[in-house]
């Protein structure tokens, strides 16, 4: 059981050229936009005053060198994990949104119903938590009290274990809405379990004060 106090930041990549176009990267190695590198920079100085105890990556291009942003402004060593990978998707991947919808329209439908789908024959959303989630919580588990740990990784594969670590049915995880490059979501360690503070954030959030902290 990981320490009380504890937290993890689920951090997506940098931009890359895939994202501007729309189009549906998966597991392919893209590498992150001259933009990407400064929103990591940019998001990595905010995250270090957050004084994080380790750092893990999805090995993907992307994700590696959002990591090494905040690396290199903390000191910490980034284990990379290949379980942290994006979703792959099958014949999905290159193919822009309208593509998409244009050849696997029933698919996608079904999808966004959060029907249990292989998107271009590829992986579940479950399968991809079933890997995911538990790189996370072993990770989690070596934190120090009220400890750390930034993971680095992709939309899709933070979304799924945000899900699978609140313990949401699957089917609800779709209302866990997207984030947007660079941004983060953070769990905290409660009293009955994981618990999503932050979401989607790209600053630095003010405490929460009132009846619900």
């Known amino acids: 059981m990981t320490n ?36 990591a920079r940019r998001a990595a100085r905010l995250l270090a005053s957050l004084k994080p105890d380790a750092i893990v990556a999805s090995d993907l291009k992307r994700a590696a060198a959002t990591a090494s942003e905040l690396a290199a402004l903390t000191g910490l060593e980034v284990t990379h994990e290949q379980a942290l990978q994006e979703t792959y998707a099958g014949e999905w991947q290159g193919l822009t949104h309208d593509e998409i919808i244009a050849r696997f329209g029933d698919q996608y439908t079904a999808w966004k119903r959060g029907e249990s789908v292989r998107r271009g024959g ?70 009955r379990g994981w618990r999503l503070l932050e979401h989607n954030a790209g600053t630095l959030p003010e405490p929460v004060l009132g009846d619900d902290d």
Request: charge should be negative.
């Open 4 to 39: 009380r106090g504890c937290r993890i930041i689920l951090w997506r990549h940098g931009q890359t050229s895939w994202n501007l176009e729309r189009r549906f990267q998966g597991s392919t190695d893209i590498e992150l936009t001259d933009t990407g590198v400064s929103q």
């Open 122 to 191: 590829g992986e579940l959303e479950t399968e991809v938590a079933d890997r995911a989630a538990p790189v996370v919580l072993r990770h989690a588990e070596k934190l120090p009290e009220n400890g750390t740990l930034v993971v680095v990784s992709h939309g899709g594969t933070i979304r799924t274990t945000i899900g699978r670590l609140l313990g949401l049915e699957s089917h609800h995880w779709e209302g866990l809405g997207g984030l947007s490059n660079c941004c983060w979501s953070v769990l905290g360690q409660g009293a």
